[in-house]
């Protein structure tokens, strides 16, 4: 299995949308968007005008995330950016703002079924440090969920686990006040320069 992670470019926004679309296409999907808006923003912008808010941010400088392929099949996505835009994050009254450091967030996985458990989330966790150290971003910051060790269901694990963090290098800073499946959500961070 050849496992390669490239930045989330305009060229490769087909390979996007076929990870965050939704199955039916009147459906809502979040397109990864609802860190990066704010809930008033996320709850205006309707379902179709979705996936073109996620191109805009693919023709950007610097990328919105990462993503993961396997024998050139896309396979995971990894979304990162700067703290600062970041709306969700900027009000959120449970993950505080720690300082005024212009730190990167990474907020989100997506694993398509069939390669989950097979080591697609760490590239993209080494993928999105890798990237952001060559944006020369000062440091990372995470919001994953403390499992303790013990398995969870995917859809609370999409923020990540505490422990792919710190097998990466991060640091606990403060737990949060949020929650996913009723466990502690930590901010950790990861020194960059």
Aim: proline fraction near 5%; glycine fraction near 8%.
């Amino acid at each position: 299995m050849s496992l390669e992670v490239h930045p989330a470019t305009a060229d490769r926004f087909d390979d996007v949308a076929t990870l965050l679309r939704p199955r039916r296409e009147d459906a809502p999907a979040c397109w990864c968007l609802y860190y990066r808006l704010t809930s008033s923003e996320f709850n205006k912008l309707k379902g179709k005008e979705r996936p073109q808010h996620m191109r805009d941010l693919c023709e950007r400088e610097h990328s919105p995330g990462m993503l993961a392929y396997v024998d050139d099949t896309v396979v995971g996505w990894c979304a990162l950016g700067p703290r600062t835009e970041m709306g969700r994050l900027q009000r959120s009254r449970t993950i505080p703002k720690l300082d005024d450091r212009p730190v990167w967030s990474i907020v989100c996985f997506v694993v398509r079924a069939g390669y989950r458990r097979k080591g697609v989330a760490r590239a993209l966790l080494n993928g999105a440090i890798d990237y952001a150290r060559d944006c020369g971003v000062e440091a990372l910051e995470s919001y994953p969920v403390d499992t303790d060790g013990a398995r969870i269901n995917g859809s609370f694990a999409y923020v990540g686990t505490v422990g792919m963090f710190e097998a990466a290098g991060f640091e606990r800073v403060l737990e949060t006040a949020s929650r996913r499946a009723n466990l502690p959500r930590w901010l950790m961070r990861l020194e960059l320069s």
